[in-house]
């Protein structure tokens, strides 16, 4: 195994173990952002925390296809390793260029964004190098069932993403701070519906994908976000007397 797939693997191994941690954490401490922020804190505007904490997973892939050579003569590895880039990159220049542009939310804690930026910047050079880098394509892969059963899955997480996000933005007129119960879509099933839409993104890139880095960013997706959707859904629970009971966090019928 060469150093640069010995590095990918250990990278990997690490974000699964900061997802178990995050997990951990998340379950004793409840993560201050948006509706749970500290009244006093450093924050920055919505619109430009986005930007700056979703925009490394855009940019540095970018870079990296820009300036990496083709060496190989295989077309079905050239074209393997570009689309699955590219569909991970679309994810994120919708988050940092019309999500971040059109969203209402409250200020960002301005320690919410580092972080975020920073985990951003190593896992889009995690998925970029391991994609241009270390991972083999055959012409045979195009046709894998696999391949096309993981870009459905991933285009169908996308689409309740950012529906769920079109339902959220007009919950409430520019200006106003009041909570309202989310209604349709897949909120009529769980709380957390743009939360679950990312969650189903990620599972299925990492179907696509087939790698180790692949499925430890979507577990620490899951691990990362799915807690938020609870904490959501125990929110609106208590705000609001008549909540629908059916709807359950952040898995359909499940939890």
């Known amino acids: 195994m060469e150093c640069r797939e010995v590095a990918v693997s250990y990278a990997s191994w690490a974000l699964l173990v900061g997802a178990v941690s995050y997990l ?36 540095l892939p970018l870079l990296l296809l820009l300036f990496t050579e083709e060496r190989d003569t295989e077309p079905g590895h050239r074209t393997g390793r570009t689309l699955l880039l590219c569909t991970f990159m679309l994810h994120y220049f919708h988050r940092s260029f019309i999500f971040g542009f059109l969203t209402r939310g409250r200020p960002v804690p301005l320690s919410i964004v580092v972080c975020a930026a920073i985990f951003c910047s190593l896992n889009g050079l995690l998925q970029g ?20 059963a993981g870009f459905l899955v991933f285009l169908l997480g996308m689409i309740i993403n950012i529906h769920s996000d079109h339902i959220l933005r007009n919950l409430r007129k520019p200006g106003e701070v009041v909570y309202r119960i989310p ?30 880095p692949a499925f430890t960013f979507a577990f620490f997706t899951i691990c990362s976000i799915g807690p938020r959707a609870y904490q959501h859904h125990r929110d609106y629970q208590q705000r609001f007397k008549d909540y629908p009971r059916s709807r359950k966090a952040v898995f359909p019928f499940i939890l």
Do not use: K
């Open 24 to 59: 951990w954490q998340q379950t004793r401490t409840q993560t201050q952002y948006g509706r749970y922020a500290p009244a006093q804190c450093r924050c920055c505007p919505a619109r430009v925390g986005w930007f700056l904490q979703e925009a490394p997973s855009f940019l």
């Open 129 to 148: 190098h391991h994609l241009l880098h270390c991972v083999q394509f055959d012409d045979s892969w195009l046709t894998d069932a696999r391949l096309a």
């Open 183 to 212: 209604r349709g879509g897949m909120f009529e099933y769980v709380s957390g519906a743009n939360f679950l839409g990312e969650i189903v993104e990620w599972c299925g890139y990492a179907l696509a994908v087939w790698s180790l």
